[in-house]
Structure formats: structure tokens, C-alpha cells
């Protein structure tokens, strides 16, 4: 019974020796156990020309980090129940196996979990000899002269086994103290017993190590051996944990076969259509999420940068972190499960936390929380009338980070706008007030604000400033207004819920445009303000934006406005 074995051995500097016809191995590498590798594929068609067309072939994935100089060795030999591999005529002419060989590969480079090779096993002859690293013949079969012939794979009852040593022998093949890795059965179940001067190349024990690490692929009917030459495996559960990996690889159900002689039926293992992903180290992030801000309505984007990342989880707090849920695709959120978690729109979620749960087979790490800043209007501001020689203003109030204010002004009906520059009838153009000192000329001006801080600026509504021609102002005298009422209690936060307020009445008739100046500077002797200042700095004008009868009642912010 052929056989093709991966063992296991602590191989430490690159050495070559011979003594007494034994070659010794050791080299700087990873030191592999049962079950490191998988077996995904064989090719036992060869075109029996050196391999010059086609060459049998094996495919297997690594199933943990190794680093570069890494050895398997792959052998057909079969186990025997001396707990040993067989050899070339061990009890004289025509015992053991006379047609199993031995190759070595080796990692020409550090390589992940998940890593795929192929590699060419008989001839030997023609390049590549495998997808990366390198393979050399060790042990041709017992009598090969010219081609060499190393591990042929049997189309029907034959074993692959893999293996790491440091002591194989070039000259008689004996191999040993071998750590076994992975083993495949073809076609045929593993013998229950096989001694060591058995003439045979189609048996094989299975190695106890190797319970839990070998491939068994029954014939597909008892008539016909040959109906399973090339096998692959079908990727199924190629992105999970290493034991997943394993268990799902050493299944038959999970392979595709074909019995074609012809060069047609072999599998290209260069394409193979899987992408295998497993990792032994648990996932580290480089890049941590960030705080983002963005204007009401528009989209916003979180991102994380990790390394040995399997599967990613974006989650979303809206209580400050005390609380997280998992992010779903949808009208909303869109690469909630990969690095970068898009917001379609930002409106709505201001203040919300976002990090991201990062997997893979070893463990799942958690990002730091990212904030998300929403720039947006609270107060849009308002239609106004006024006289044509009286002042007007315009206000807006935002909230978020890094807050910019642009006014623009619209003399085509709000077709287009522009923007306002400090200077003439204007003041606080690039603030949330807008004062007009002069509407005279202005009647349908439309006027709106640009609120920045964010990639793109977020637009108020516009608002229109009607200029009527009625009579001047009212002048008020002592006596034309009461103050009945006023509220001292803010929030000392931007006044937000709470403001000072005071409650007027007006005891007199008044028309549009007519202003009250509202102070809290105390007043000396002579009626002059103790500033000294005809307009003090604790000093604020209400306007009237219509005409305005006596007894009507106005309350008005003072403080934060």
C-alpha cells in the first residue's frame, strides 16, 4: 500500500552530513505536531514521460504559522506494527516495499495559517516543482534508475503520509523517529495489521498519533478501483478555526472526485478556488476607530486596521458606552461586518459610540469607542418684517464640534445665493446672528446659513425679510412698557432648555420697527449709565417685526440668546 506521510521533528540549522550511508537533517524551522497540515488534493495521473506534460501531485493547507527552512518530509511507505515505516527488502528479496519513496519540502519563507501548497512528488524533472518553497528527492524507489522516481501515487490503494525527522536515510529510505502530521488513505480503509517484511505497496497502518489527523477515500464501488485517480477538496468551512479547518478537510463527504486517465481530469491546485483562513495568534489592531464628525444628512464612515482579522462586528452604543448592539446592513449602515462601517446618514445619531468586535479563531478583540459629532441647526431662523428705515436680524442655533457660520443672502427669489461680508448695513456675517442695521432696499431678500466644522457644510432654511413702508418707529416715553415678569434660572449650558427670560407689556400702540433697548447696568444719579456707555456691554435690542397694539404681551431671552 503506497502511503503519503507528514511527520514532526525538531530540525534546527541547515545540515547535510553522511555516515554510514544516513542523512541527518536539521535546520532552523517550526517544529509540527498531528494535525499542523491538511491534505486537499491529489493528482495520480501522470503522463509516464519523465513528467514533462503532468507529474502526480499533492496539495495541502497549513494548518499554523510556521517560519522559513520549515521541513515536511512526504513518504508512500506504509506503517507497519513495528510502530515504523516499511522499507526496501527489509527480510531479503521481495519484502517490504519496493515501489514508496520519500521527498522533502521546504519554506523558502515565513507563511500563515491557511497557507495552500502544492508540490510535485515522482519525477521531480520539471519546474515548478511546487507553488512555494522547494522540494528535493530524498529516497527513489528501489530500482529506479533513469527517470528517478520518488512518491508516485497509485491510482487505486495507495497512502500519502507527511512528517518531520531529523535523521532519514538516502541510501536504504529508513526513516527515523519520525513526528507523524497528516496521512490520507486512497481508496482503500487502513489495514489492521501490516509486518514490516509484508511484500506490499498498497497497506498501510494508521498511526495512533494520527487519529484524529488522516483522510480516509473509499472506492466508489468495488468494481472499479480507479474511479477516484484525482481528488480536491470542495472549500467547504474554509474560514474558521484551525480544528474546523481539519475536521472539515479530513472528511470524505467534503471532496470532489474523477476518474479521468487523461491529462483533463487533473486538477489545477495553482487555481483552487478556496480562500483558506485561520490564524494561532490571536488579532491585533494597528489602527484604532477614530472620532468622526459630520453635518446633518450626510454619510460618515468608522475604520479599523487589524492584523490576523478573521471576521469583523461593528457595534453601536447610544447610552455613552453603557450598553453596545451589533450593527446590521441595511437602509442605514452599510460594511457593518467588515473593516470600514459606512453611515448613509449621519442625521438623528449625534453622540452615538461606535467599536468594532474583531475575530478570529483565537479570540475576539474589542476597538476602542469612536465618537460621532452631528453638526446641525436646532433653530432655523425665522421670516421677518421690519420698516424700511429700521434694523433686522437673523439668528440660528447649532450644536456639534468645530462650529463655522457663513449668511448668504438671495436677491433672485433664493435661485442663488452668496455670501455676506461684514461691512455696510451687515455685522456678524460669520456668526449665528446676523444683524442688518438698515432694511431699507431689502424687501424679499432671502437670507439663509452655511453651518461648517464638517467635510461638507450643512444649510439652514432661508429665511425672507419683508421691508414695509409704514410710518417711522413708535417713540415710547417712560411709562409705554412694563416689565411683568422675568425667569433668572438657566442651564449655564449654551441654553439649551433654559434661558433669562423677561416678559414685557406694551401700554402704547407701536408700529413694525419699532426697538426697546433692555439693560441690566445699573443707573447713576442724572440718568446716565454706569458704564458711562451709551450702548454698554450687558446691553441687547428687541425689535418689532409687525405693528403692535397696547396691552400685547412679549417675552424675550437675554441671556445666551
Same mark, same amino acid.
Given at each position: ?24 537533517? #536539521? ?12 491534505? +486537499? $488534493? ?8 519523465? $513528467? ?38 527489509? %527480510? ?5 516495499? #519496493?515501489?514508496?519513496?520519500i521527498i522533502r519540502w521546504t519554506a523558502s519563507q515565513n507563511m500563515t ?28 524507489? /528501489?530500482?529506479?534508475?533513469?527517470p528517478a522516481q520518488y512518491v508516485s501515487i497509485a491510482s487505486a490503494n495507495?497512502? +500519502? ?7 532519514? *536515510? ?12 497528516? =496521512?490520507?488513505?486512497?481508496? #482503500? ?88 483562513? %485561520? ?43 453603557? *450598553? ?44 476602542? /469607542? ?27 442655533? =447649532?450644536?456639534?464640534? $468645530? ?20 461691512? $455696510? +448695513? ?35 432654511? =432661508? ?17 409705554? +412698557? ?34 426697546? *433697548?433692555?439693560?441690566?447696568? /445699573? #443707573? ?38
Open positions: 500500500m503506497k502511503t503519503l506521510l507528514a511527520s514532526r521533528g525538531l530540525l534546527l540549522a541547515v545540515l547535510l552530513f553522511f555516515i554510514c550511508g544516513k542523512t541527518s537533517f #536539521v535546520q532552523a524551522q517550526t517544529t509540527l505536531a498531528a494535525g499542523d497540515i491538511a491534505f +486537499v $488534493g491529489w493528482n495520480s495521473y501522470d503522463d509516464a514521460t519523465n $513528467g514533462a506534460t503532468n507529474d502526480d501531485q499533492i496539495a495541502f493547507v497549513l494548518l499554523r504559522d510556521i517560519t522559513a527552512n520549515t521541513v515536511i518530509f512526504f513518504t508512500d511507505f506504509g506503517w507497519t506494527n513495528a510502530n515504523q515505516f516499511q522499507t526496501a527488502n527489509p %527480510c531479503g528479496a521481495s519484502t517490504g516495499a #519496493v515501489s514508496d519513496g495559517c491557511g497557507t495552500l501548497v502544492w508540490l510535485k512528488t515522482k519525477y521531480l524533472s520539471t519546474a515548478p516543482l511546487a507553488s512555494t518553497g522547494t522540494v528535493a528527492g530524498i529516497y527513489k524507489t /528501489a530500482g529506479s534508475t533513469t495507495d497512502q +500519502v503520509f507527511a512528517f518531520q525527522s531529523t535523521n532519514v *536515510n538516502t541510501t536504504t529510505g529508513v526513516i527515523t523517529s519520525p513526528t507523524l502530521i497528516a =496521512a490520507a488513505t486512497l481508496q #482503500v480503509a487502513w489495514d489492521s495489521d501490516l509486518d514490516a517484511c509484508t511484500f506490499t505497496s498498497s497497506q498501510s497502518m494508521l498511526p495512533a498519533a494520527l487519529t484524529n489527523a488522516s483522510l480516509v477515500i473509499p472506492a466508489a464501488s468495488l468494481t472499479d478501483i480507479n474511479s477516484r485517480r484525482n481528488a480536491r477538496f470542495n472549500c467547504f468551512n474554509t474560514t474558521t478555526s484551525a480544528s474546523g479547518m481539519r475536521s472539515a478537510m479530513t472528511s470524505s463527504t467534503n471532496w470532489t472526485y474523477n476518474q479521468d486517465a487523461t491529462a483533463a481530469g487533473v486538477y489545477n491546485f495553482a487555481s483552487f478556488g478556496c480562500t483558506f483562513s %485561520c490564524s494561532s495568534t490571536a488579532p491585533s489592531i494597528t489602527t484604532q476607530p477614530t472620532n468622526q464628525t459630520a453635518c446633518t444628512g450626510l454619510s460618515a464612515s468608522f475604520s479599523v486596521v487589524a492584523q490576523n482579522a478573521v471576521s469583523y462586528q461593528w457595534r453601536v452604543s447610544t447610552d455613552g458606552g453603557v *450598553n453596545y448592539t451589533n450593527v446590521s446592513n441595511g437602509t442605514l449602515y452599510s460594511g457593518a461586518t467588515s473593516a470600514t462601517l459606512n453611515i448613509n446618514n449621519v442625521t438623528g445619531l449625534d453622540g452615538y459610540l461606535y467599536r468594532c468586535n474583531i475575530t478570529n479563531a483565537v479570540a475576539t478583540v474589542a476597538t476602542n /469607542a469612536a465618537k460621532l459629532t452631528v453638526n446641525r441647526f436646532i433653530l432655523q431662523p425665522t421670516n421677518m418684517s421690519t420698516c424700511s428705515s429700521c434694523g433686522a436680524g437673523f439668528t440660528v442655533i =447649532a450644536r456639534g464640534s $468645530g462650529l463655522t457660520y457663513q449668511w448668504q443672502i438671495s436677491t433672485d427669489n433664493g435661485m442663488t445665493f452668496s455670501d455676506i461680508s461684514n461691512g $455696510g +448695513v451687515y455685522s456678524g456675517a460669520t456668526t449665528k446672528t446676523l444683524v442688518i442695521s438698515n432694511a431699507n432696499g431689502l424687501n424679499g431678500r432671502q437670507y439663509r446659513c452655511i453651518l461648517g466644522g464638517c467635510p461638507s457644510g450643512v444649510t439652514s432654511n =432661508a429665511a425672507t425679510l419683508t421691508v414695509t413702508t409704514t410710518a417711522s418707529p413708535t417713540t415710547l416715553a417712560a411709562g409705554d +412698557v412694563a416689565i411683568v415678569a422675568y425667569n433668572a434660572s438657566d442651564d449655564a449650558n449654551g441654553g439649551f432648555t433654559q434661558d433669562d427670560e423677561i416678559v414685557f407689556v406694551l401700554l402704547k400702540d407701536i408700529v413694525a420697527g419699532t426697538d426697546i *433697548n433692555f439693560t441690566d447696568n /445699573a #443707573v447713576l444719579n442724572g440718568g446716565a449709565f454706569a458704564s458711562g456707555m451709551s450702548c454698554p456691554a450687558g446691553h441687547l435690542k428687541w425689535i418689532a417685526g409687525f405693528d403692535m397694539s397696547c396691552g400685547s404681551q412679549v417675552k424675550i431671552k437675554c441671556k445666551y440668546l
